[in-house]
């Protein structure tokens, strides 16, 4: 079974432009986690999709981010424009469903670096 | 909020030997659960163990265990017989309503052969 899987692994971008990360999660997962982790402090939650609908985008940070799940299989996250800040480290985790034991199984994540 | 608070930034063990890595959170839910997950160098992040709040038991994984102490809030992840693979960055996670993490920031641990 294939695990989550993010595209691409590493991404240098100027300040103001696009980027698009993409996450492949494990084959019938239902739920889809985005995280990040800047500047080596905690990793922290951005948003959750079950299928293709949001359940909780409480942790977004502004509206330079948009995450897309269409057809609930992968996820994109867009951060437009770029801004130093943003520089880090994106995961994504899926889970099979919001039941017991709740495991996330997370991608290998997508290093950020904005100049 | 619920917090997540790792104390130890980094550190290290002798191969073979014993180390306890610490973990404290806050919460004033009665039903949760914690995690522990590690990252390898350049690897994605796995999960060692987790824990069930309503367990009274110590979770074990194999040379990986927790000591869970609900009253005082606090899980740490105890490694036996450490190997060189162990080495990696540990993260202590709770589990909040609505199945988000939230994560401590993180204990590098290094093991000397």
């Known amino acids: 079974e294939a695990g989550v899987t993010q595209f691409p692994s590493h991404s240098v971008i100027e300040k103001g432009q696009t980027v698009t990360l993409r996450c492949d999660p494990i084959?019938?997962?239902?739920?889809l986690y985005w995280y990040r982790r800047v500047m080596g402090k905690e990793i922290k939650f951005l948003l959750h999709?079950?299928?293709?609908?949001?359940?909780?985008e409480s942790g977004m940070p502004n509206n330079r981010f948009l995450a897309e799940r269409t057809g609930g299989t992968y996820s994109t996250l867009k951060v437009q424009p770029a801004e130093l800040e943003d520089s880090g480290v994106y995961f994504c985790?899926?889970?099979?469903?919001?039941?017991?034991?709740?495991?996330?199984?997370f991608g290998p994540g997508t290093r950020l670096t904005v100049t | 909020a619920q917090t997540v608070t790792q104390s130890q930034p980094e550190m290290s063990v002798q191969e073979a030997e014993t180390v306890t890595l610490s973990c404290t959170y806050d919460?004033?839910?009665?039903?949760?659960?914690l995690f522990w997950y590690k990252q390898p160098p350049s690897r994605q992040m796995i999960l060692v163990i987790r824990?069930?709040?309503?367990?009274?038991q110590n979770a074990t994984e194999n040379r990986f265990s927790v000591n869970f102490q609900k009253a005082a809030k606090s899980f740490s992840l105890k490694i036996s017989d450490s190997q060189l693979g162990d080495a990696a960055m540990y993260f202590c996670?709770?589990?909040?309503?609505?199945?988000?993490?939230?994560f401590g920031a993180g204990t590098i641990l290094r093991v000397k052969s």
């Open positions: 996670a709770y589990r909040r309503w609505g199945n988000k993490l939230v």
């Open positions: 985790a899926s889970s099979l469903r919001d039941t017991r034991p709740y495991e996330q199984y």
């Open positions: 999709f079950v299928k293709e609908s949001k359940q909780d």
């Open positions: 084959s019938g997962h239902d739920n």
């Open positions: 919460t004033s839910e009665s039903d949760y659960y």
């Open positions: 824990q069930e709040a309503y367990k009274q």
